[in-house]
Structure formats: C-alpha cells, structure tokens
C-alpha cells in the first residue's frame, strides 16, 4: 500500500463518513416507522432531537463526499511517477482494478450527495419538516453506494503496488485502443462537439426560460443532468486535443496537469455544479405545492437555475476558449 496524507485522508474520510451514513441510515429507518410531528411522545421529542444532529453531521459528510472526488484524482495522478508507464491518474487508476469503478462510484455519489443536500437545505425552510421522510428515504438510497465506494477506495489503495507496470493514457485513450476510453476517443470531432454544444444551449436555454417564467422545471432538470455525460465525453472526444494541440491526444486527466495550468478543475467543477444545480431545479418541482415551502421551493429553485446558468455557462466558455485560441485545427 503507497500510503502519503491524500490517502489516508481519503480512506479515514471515507470510513469515517461510512460509519456515520450507517447512523443515519439507521435514524432514517427510525424516521420513516416513527415520525408524528403532532405527537407530543417521548419517542417523537427524541427523533426531533436527533434530526438535528444527524442533519448537521451529513452535511459535512456529504460535502467530504463532494470533494473527495477531486481529492482522489488529485491523489491518483499525483501517485503517478511512481509506476512504471503512468504519465498521469489514467495509469494510477488501470494499476489497480478496483481503479476506474472506484472513479464512478465517487462521481456518482457526488452528484447524489448534492441533490441530498438541496433536498436538505428545502426541508429547513419549512416549520413542519416537510420533506423529512423524503429525504431519509432517499439517504437509503445513498447510502450503499457510498459505502460500496469507501470499501473499494481502500482496496483500491491497498493493493497499489509500485513495481506495477501499468498503461499510459495514450493507450487508454487512444483510437487503436479498447475499452470506453478508445471508444469516446474515436467519437468524430463533429459528432462530439455538436452534441455537446446541442445539450449546452438547450439546458442554458431551459433554464433561461424557467427563471423568466416559472415553468421548464423538469427540461432544466433533464438537460442539466444530460450535460454531464456528454460533456465528458466531449472533453475525451474533442476538447482535450485542442489543448495538447495533438490530435492523438485525448486524455481527460493530462488536463488537471500543471503544464496545462490545471484547466481540468475548473472546467470539471463547473460542470459538476451546474449539471447538479440543474436537476435541483427538477428535484424540487414536486414540493411546489407544499403550504409550508410555497415561498422558499420557488426561490431555491431560482437560485439552483442561476448555479445551472453559471456552472454550464463557465464550462461552454472554457471549452469554447481552449477550441478558438489552441493552434491545432481539425
């Protein structure tokens, strides 16, 4: 096991965070049998009680689970001179197989992470927990993956070995190749862009027209979200070539590198936070008509399309940029 304090923050985190989502589990299952908010019992006077703390609590943790997925790709490509054919956090992540799952599940427990948190920030609008059976159930829902994840994120570290000889990006990603990443990188150019231009105006578009007139709320939702995949595969496709200037070159992670100057963060960030801000809108549609949230559902979710709108919008600018102002033409 390479162990450095990226890694043991990431895998006592993760621990730590998994322990604490099983308390909350727990305390959701509690919540769903249990609450009565116009019971006056010892037992409802407890959950009340509780919920706070565990509230609190899964905000920090699930705002961990958010940046830790930056923090992971960070560590992986910081770990990659020590294997013999890494150049970057590719290399890192095909040394181990649990690399690439561990990748996925960080990237979808931080887009559930985030819709869980706008689920939560809603509920304490409200003098009567609204949504406080909604929330939990879908903590049930979030939970075995984050759990999944911080088990495989330690084997994944546990089994790196230094005298692994691994594959590069360029063969990861590259048209000769197999696998998903050969796949995205022999995406024509046109087809790659033009789609991604398509989801981006429209989600833009859709959340333009929700902030003018109150409806749109699930197109937002549904091309925000789409932008995500898209977008990434855009980036493996047609974008990360024109920053390398090398049409060979298609590896999402060189662009986190400083000789790129850390483009990826930003662009990853940007994309991250608008595409999850977007499905918020969608998220909180149905609780429009809750007495209790009437005024704050609509503006949450006018705040969530200005993130949509600025998080897209970052993200098109920037891959419009590195397009125009980057010497290689295709």
């Given at each position: 096991?390479?162990?450095?304090?990226?890694?043991?923050?990431?895998?006592?985190?993760?621990?730590?965070?998994?322990a604490?989502?099983?308390?909350?589990?727990?305390?959701?299952?509690?919540?769903?049998?249990?609450?009565?908010?116009?019971?006056?019992s010892?037992?409802?006077?407890?959950?009340?009680r509780?919920?706070?703390?565990?509230?609190?609590?899964?905000?920090?943790?699930?705002?961990?689970?958010?940046?830790?997925?930056?923090?992971?790709?960070?560590?992986?490509?910081?770990?990659?001179?020590?294997?013999?054919?890494?150049?970057?956090?590719?290399?890192?992540?095909?040394?181990?197989?649990?690399?690439?799952?561990?990748?996925?599940?960080?990237?979808?427990?931080?887009?559930?992470?985030?819709?869980?948190?706008?689920?939560?920030?809603?509920?304490?609008?409200?003098?009567?927990?609204?949504?406080?059976?909604?929330?939990?159930?879908?903590?049930?829902?979030?939970?075995?993956?984050?759990?999944?994840?911080?088990?495989?994120?330690?084997?994944?570290?546990?089994?790196?070995r230094?005298?692994v000889?691994?594959?590069?990006?360029?063969?990861?990603?590259?048209?000769?190749?197999?696998?998903?990443?050969?796949?995205?990188?022999?995406?024509?150019?046109?087809?790659?862009?033009g789609?991604?231009?398509?989801?981006?105006?429209?989600?833009?578009?859709?959340?333009?027209?929700?902030?003018?007139?109150?409806?749109?709320?699930?197109?937002?939702?549904l091309?925000?979200?789409?932008?995500?995949?898209?977008?990434?595969?855009?980036?493996?496709?047609?974008?990360?070539?024109?920053?390398?200037?090398?049409?060979?070159?298609?590896c999402?992670?060189?662009?986190?590198?400083?000789?790129?100057?850390?483009?990826?963060?930003?662009?990853?960030?940007?994309?991250?936070?608008?595409?999850?801000?977007?499905?918020?809108?969608?998220?909180?549609?149905?609780?429009?008509?809750?007495?209790?949230?009437?005024?704050?559902?609509?503006?949450?979710q006018?705040r969530?399309?200005?993130?949509?709108?600025?998080?897209?919008?970052?993200?098109?600018?920037?891959?419009a940029?590195?397009?125009?102002?980057?010497?290689?033409?295709?």
């Open positions: 096991m390479i162990v450095n304090p990226a890694v043991i923050a990431l895998v006592g985190g993760s621990a730590a965070g998994g604490l989502l099983l308390v909350a589990a727990a305390h959701g299952v509690a919540v769903l049998r249990g609450w009565d908010l116009g019971s006056g010892q037992r409802q006077l407890e959950l009340e509780r919920t706070y703390l565990v509230s609190t609590l899964l905000g920090f943790t699930l705002a961990f689970e958010l940046l830790s997925l930056f923090l992971f790709v960070f560590t992986a490509d910081a770990l990659a001179p020590q294997f013999t054919g890494a150049m970057c956090a590719a290399g890192s992540l095909q040394a181990s197989p649990y690399g690439y799952p561990v990748l996925l599940l960080k990237l979808l427990d931080a887009v559930l992470a985030g819709l869980w948190l706008i689920l939560d920030h809603a509920d304490k609008q409200g003098y009567d927990y609204p949504l406080i059976r909604v929330k939990y159930a879908a903590l049930l829902l979030l939970a075995p993956p984050a759990l999944v994840e911080a088990g495989l994120q330690a084997a994944y570290f546990a089994g790196l230094p005298e000889i691994t594959s590069c990006c360029g063969s990861l990603f590259g048209e000769g190749g197999r696998g998903l990443g050969a796949d995205l990188a022999s995406l024509p150019p046109a087809l790659a862009g789609g991604l231009a398509a989801v981006l105006l429209l989600a833009l578009g859709s959340a333009l027209v929700f902030l003018r007139t109150g409806r749109g709320a699930l197109a937002t939702g091309l925000s979200a789409a932008a995500l995949p898209v977008a990434l595969a855009a980036v493996v496709g047609v974008i990360s070539p024109y920053v390398y200037e090398l049409p060979t070159h298609h999402p992670f060189c662009l986190l590198q400083r000789e790129y100057h850390h483009l990826g963060y930003p662009l990853y960030a940007a994309l991250l936070l608008g595409s999850v801000a977007g499905a918020g809108v969608a998220l909180l549609a149905p609780f429009r008509a809750t007495p209790s949230l009437a005024e704050a559902v609509p503006a949450l006018r969530l399309a200005r993130l949509a709108l600025a998080g897209l919008g970052v993200f098109g600018a920037l891959s940029f590195v397009v125009l102002a980057s010497g290689l033409r295709m």
